[in-house]
């Protein structure tokens, strides 16, 4: 079988050709991503390198596996082998799924492949806006000790004892919510498509933000979800409460949180995702005050790569498993 890798410098062409093992024909492509940013090619988003490197690549190519790679209607058009596009990520937005079925090809994906990074993360977002780390950090750094920082109304708070509100209870938020029990905190969750809730408590989104110390977001972006968290919704959270989003940044509106930090009803926040990436020079969350930030990194770590790399290459080997790869399977496919 023939296989294109258009792996990139985080989950690279080594990662899944190891992952693969013998036996295929491999061809591989090299994606600039991240010393590059990604962005829109053509229709799709999120991805990395142009459509002609990739359909010069994909002469001959049964098989596909990328994470970043532009798989336009344009490529789908001009790669007649292909049959099988596996994407190492949650979901292929840099894919056209209409023009993949017209094609006739399958698209798989790597689920959950990031989910303990994002939640680790998570958890440390969440420590580290309650007990303000890093700006203690940057001050002890800077010759500073302040011991006027143990009064009363400048401490922190803890997670034990605390309520956790968890908006999304997929494989990321399940397991902050496992971790969060781990610290005596009590979770609830706001999805209406979550089942077998661990522990946690199933409540409707007002509610939850009623009596949420801490909020986690961990929603899809939909059109149902843009723009989920605003002001009025923020007015409800306790005074004092801590925000975190390390899902999508369009389902939250970040000027109301900045307003909310401003005024002190929000205790802190921190944040891994933004409505506009990189931050803008003028953005007002680069001088918010008690905001923690890391750059779209929550899902940054080696072990994130490696299973994503093993999940592609099984979803090759059950693709495989159930095609009949005889001569005729191998006749250009048909146009819908």
Same mark, same amino acid.
């Given at each position: !079988?023939?296989?294109?890798?258009?792996?990139?410098?985080?989950?690279?062409?080594?990662?899944?050709?190891?992952?693969?093992?013998?036996?295929?024909?491999?061809?591989?492509?090299?994606? #600039?991503?991240?010393? !590059?940013?990604?962005?829109?090619?053509?229709?799709?988003?999120?991805?990395?390198?142009?459509? =002609?490197?990739?359909?010069?690549?994909?002469?001959?190519?049964?098989?596909?596996?990328?994470? !970043?790679?532009?798989?336009?209607?344009?490529?789908?058009?001009?790669?007649?082998?292909?049959?099988?596009?596996?994407?190492?990520?949650?979901?292929?937005?840099?894919?056209?799924?209409?023009?993949?079925?017209?094609?006739?090809?399958?698209?798989?994906?790597?689920?959950?492949?990031?989910?303990?990074?994002?939640?680790?993360?998570?958890?440390?977002?969440?420590?580290?806006?309650?007990?303000?780390?890093? =700006?203690?950090?940057?001050?002890?750094?800077?010759?500073?000790?302040?011991?006027?920082?143990?009064?009363?109304?400048?401490?922190?708070?803890?997670?034990?004892?605390?309520?956790?509100?968890?908006?999304?209870?997929?494989?990321?938020?399940?397991?902050?919510?496992?971790?969060?029990?781990?610290?005596?905190?009590?979770?609830?969750?706001?999805? #209406?498509?979550?089942?077998?809730? =661990?522990?946690?408590?199933?409540? =409707?989104?007002?509610?939850?933000?009623?009596?949420?110390?801490?909020?986690?977001?961990?929603?899809?972006?939909?059109?149902?979800?843009?723009?989920?968290?605003?002001?009025?919704?923020?007015?409800?959270?306790?005074?004092?409460?801590?925000?975190?989003?390390?899902?999508?940044?369009?389902?939250?509106?970040?000027?109301?949180?900045?307003?909310?930090?401003?005024?002190?009803?929000?205790?802190?926040?921190?944040?891994?995702?933004?409505?506009?990436?990189?931050? #803008?020079?003028?953005?007002?969350?680069?001088?918010?005050? &008690?905001?923690?930030?890391? #750059?779209?990194?929550?899902?940054?770590?080696?072990?994130?790569?490696? &299973?994503?790399?093993?999940?592609?290459?099984?979803?090759?080997?059950?693709?495989?498993?159930?095609? &009949?790869?005889?001569?005729?399977?191998?006749?250009?496919?048909?146009?819908?």
């Amino acid at each position: !079988m023939r296989i294109l890798l258009a792996g990139d410098h985080f989950v690279t062409n080594d990662l899944l050709a190891a992952a693969l093992g013998d036996g295929h024909e491999l061809s591989t492509l090299r994606l #600039p991503w991240p010393h !590059m940013p990604y962005g829109p090619v053509a229709e799709v988003d999120e991805a990395s390198g142009d459509e =002609d490197a990739l359909i010069a690549a994909l002469s001959g190519v049964e098989a596909a596996i990328t994470q !970043m790679a532009p798989f336009t209607a344009r490529v789908f058009a001009a790669a007649d082998a292909l049959r099988l596009v596996v994407v190492c990520r949650g979901g292929p937005v840099n894919v056209n799924l209409d023009a993949a079925a017209a094609a006739g090809v399958t698209v798989r994906t790597t689920p959950g492949r990031n989910a303990v990074a994002a939640a680790e993360h998570t958890v440390a977002l969440i420590l580290a806006a309650l007990r303000q780390i890093p =700006d203690r950090h940057a001050g002890v750094r800077a010759g500073e000790w302040r011991s006027d920082l143990y009064a009363l109304d400048r401490v922190g708070g803890e997670l034990a004892g605390s309520t956790v509100g968890l908006v999304g209870y997929g494989a990321i938020g399940r397991r902050v919510g496992r971790i969060l029990r781990a610290f005596d905190a009590r979770v609830l969750v706001h999805d #209406p498509y979550a089942t077998g809730l =661990d522990g946690a408590t199933a409540v =409707d989104l007002p509610e939850l933000l009623d009596r949420s110390t801490v909020l986690s977001l961990h929603a899809r972006l939909t059109p149902e979800t843009t723009g989920l968290i605003g002001a009025a919704e923020l007015a409800r959270l306790p005074a004092g409460a801590v925000l975190v989003n390390t899902a999508r940044g369009g389902l939250l509106d970040y000027a109301a949180v900045v307003d909310a930090l401003e005024s002190g009803h929000l205790g802190a926040a921190a944040f891994d995702v933004f409505d506009a990436e990189p931050l #803008p020079a003028g953005s007002r969350l680069r001088t918010a005050p &008690r905001l923690v930030l890391t #750059p779209h990194l929550a899902g940054a770590t080696r072990q994130t790569a490696e &299973r994503a790399a093993t999940q592609a290459a099984a979803a090759v080997a059950a693709f495989t498993g159930s095609w &009949r790869w005889s001569a005729r399977s191998r006749l250009p496919r048909r146009r819908r």
